[in-house]
């Protein structure tokens, strides 16, 4: 019995004493101060221009879908002008389409941006190639210093007449 009260005692130790709960006043606090009615005003203030900020990045969720399929058909004209039309137009085309990538940004997922910049960037190598294609080739005309240098090897082979001479 003895080890039972004293792990009794010792338990009893163990806890702290609790103090008694407050009772619940009857009458309402203290009206609160001005400065902190203002306070909580602004911090209302607060949720709900983040609340509307957050329903403004949802319809630009729903506007990046409209701008991704408008890229996909700017860039599928100006492959298509690529292939068959004037280089002119397709850069034309192409130019309209990185204005178009640049005012979008803000709406777009980082990997659709990525994905956007990395077609432009082959459309622009595939202009430069086309443009390349088509412009004309050099031809193989003499020039002075080929002629030159054939008039030079002609009068190698024929003997000095005389040093004041040459």
Not at 1 to 19: F, L, S, T, V
Not at 56 to 66: D, G, I, N, P
Not at 93 to 98: G, I
Not at 141 to 152: R, V
């Amino acid at each position: 019995m003895a080890a039972a009260a004293a792990g009794g005692a010792a338990a009893a130790a163990e806890e702290p004493p609790q103090a008694p709960a407050p009772a619940p006043s009857p009458t309402p606090g203290p009206v609160l101060p001005e400065r902190l009615q203002r306070r909580e005003a602004e911090r209302q203030q607060g949720v709900e221009r983040q609340r509307r900020q957050r329903e403004a990045r949802a319809v630009q969720e729903e506007r990046s879908e409209v701008v991704l399929a408008a890229l996909c058909r700017e860039r599928q004209a100006v492959e298509e002008l690529l292939a068959a039309g004037p280089p002119d137009e397709a850069a034309a085309r192409l130019q309209a389409l990185q204005k178009l990538l640049t005012d979008s940004v803000r709406c777009l997922a980082p990997y659709e941006l990525r994905q956007a910049q990395e077609a432009v960037a082959r459309l622009q190598a595939a202009l430069a190639e086309r443009r390349q294609q088509l412009q004309p080739k050099k031809r193989n005309a003499p020039s002075a210093n080929s002629f030159n240098l054939k008039q030079n090897q002609m009068w190698a082979g024929l003997p000095r007449a005389c040093s004041r001479c040459w």
